[in-house]
């Protein structure tokens, strides 16, 4: 697996090493002894899907509260995604920023998302699914949202939202969070 840190500490693009051959590939997608080397010390307990059918479904921007925050590793198995990511960690020089990429199911990409982030997504293609990894358990009363066109982080999505949950809609400001 080859590793890139984002521009938001502590948060991986991960690239996998295709083995080639007349039946297509094989790869490794987890390992925790080379994410460990990473300093991706997590342990996953819980695996989720989300299947999206149109394009422009917008997720997010969700998190959950101590001391329940969860780390993710995120994936796009059909379909693309433009994935968001937000700093939401008081002590970190990069609190309030955000980082985005494109994960489909052709670049094979996973996104680590590290506990203290805020996290969402826009389809950029009709029948999108995305896999996550989960550090932690969901925990109902722990979950904590902000809005995604929240101008205090100001968001570029590249598409305009066409479906979203009528939670979402609602979500607080970033700043009305408690």
């Not at 994936?75 to 980082?99: H, M, N, Q």
């Not at 990894?133 to 979950?143: L, V, W």
């Amino acid at each position: 697996m080859l590793f890139t840190e984002t521009k938001l500490k502590g948060a991986f693009l991960i690239d996998i090493r295709k083995l080639e051959d007349e039946r297509g590939f094989f790869a490794r997608t987890w390992c925790q002894r080379e994410m460990g080397e990473h300093g991706i010390n997590v342990h996953i307990v819980q695996a989720n899907t989300s299947m999206n059918l149109k394009k422009g479904t917008l997720r997010g921007m969700h998190f959950q509260k101590r001391p329940y925050e969860e780390a993710k590793l995120v994936r796009c198995i059909r379909g693309a995604v433009y994935d968001v990511i937000v700093d939401l960690r008081p002590e970190s020089s990069t609190f309030k920023k955000w980082f985005s990429v494109e994960l489909t199911e052709d670049n094979y990409k996973t996104l680590f998302i590290p506990e203290g982030f805020a996290h969402g997504f826009i389809t950029l293609k009709d029948n999108s699914e995305i896999t996550y990894m989960m550090s932690q358990f969901y925990t109902p009363g722990y979950e904590g949202g902000f809005r995604w066109d929240d101008p205090a982080i100001n968001i570029e999505w590249p598409v305009n939202v066409n479906v979203i949950s009528q939670k979402d809609k609602n979500l607080p400001h970033l700043n009305e969070n408690s």
